[in-house]
């Protein structure tokens, strides 16, 4: 059984660019999560999806946003980089939102330059 | 809101020994979950164990357990004959029903052959 497929790994951008990233959750899993991890706030969350709507929405500015597509495949997007927004970002699955366990990705490491 | 502490930012254990990790965290909510998941270099967050606060009982997994002391909001991890593959960041995280997946800020763990 596949795991979470994130794409790409590695990402360089430039400061006011946009960029979006993508994940594959495992097959069946509905509900998928963001993260973005840093190491001065560690592991923020950012949203969660199921079923293609938003469930759940951290604290970051409306620069970041998301979508699922009905096949539960997730893109976030960043708006008008920022320095700031280097960070790894996470992409976690589960069954459904009654389930605790997440399986996460390997993660896309963005660097804004 | 739901935080949790972790307050060994780093540790070291010599190869075969006994290892534990400190969590504690904060919530007034009666039901949720406390993991502890497994970072290495490659970046993928692994589930190492999972607590259901509604069980008494210390989760064990091989040579992975728990001391979940839910009055006390203690959920500290216990590694026993540490091997080198255990070096990693190990992170403590809190969920229920309503919220989101909360890290700790982490505790990066070197096994020392």
């Known amino acids: 059984k596949a795991g979470v497929t994130q794409t790409p790994r590695y990402l360089i951008k430039t400061r006011g660019q946009q960029v979006t990233l993508s994940c594959s959750p495992i097959s069946g899993h509905r509900s998928v999560s963001w993260y973005q991890q840093t190491p001065g706030q560690g592991l923020q969350f950012l949203f969660e999806?199921?079923?293609?709507?938003?469930?759940n929405k951290g604290n970051f500015p409306g620069r970041f946003s998301g979508r699922q597509f009905s096949n539960s495949r997730s893109e976030m997007n960043v708006s008008t980089l920022e320095l700031g927004d280097s960070a790894l970002y996470l992409c976690?699955?589960?069954?459904?939102?009654?389930?605790?366990?997440?399986?996460f990705g390997s993660g896309t490491r963005l660097t804004v330059v | 809101a739901q935080t949790v502490t972790q307050s060994q930012p780093e540790m070291s254990v010599q190869e075969a020994e006994t290892v534990t990790l400190s969590c504690t965290y904060d919530t007034s909510e009666n039901n949720y979950y406390l993991f502890w998941y497994k970072q290495p270099p490659s970046r993928q967050m692994i589930l190492v164990i999972r607590?259901?606060?509604?069980?008494?009982q210390n989760a064990t997994e091989n040579r992975f357990s728990v001391n979940f002391q839910k009055a006390a909001k203690s959920f500290s991890l216990k590694i026993s004959d540490s091997q080198l593959g255990d070096t990693a960041m190990y992170f403590c995280a809190f969920m229920n029903a309503n919220t989101p997946l909360v890290f700790g800020k982490g505790t990066r763990l070197s096994v020392i052959a």
């Open positions: 976690a699955s589960r069954p459904g939102t009654a389930d605790y366990g997440y399986t």
């Open positions: 999806y199921f079923s293609e709507t938003q469930r």
């Open positions: 607590q259901e606060a509604y069980k008494q």
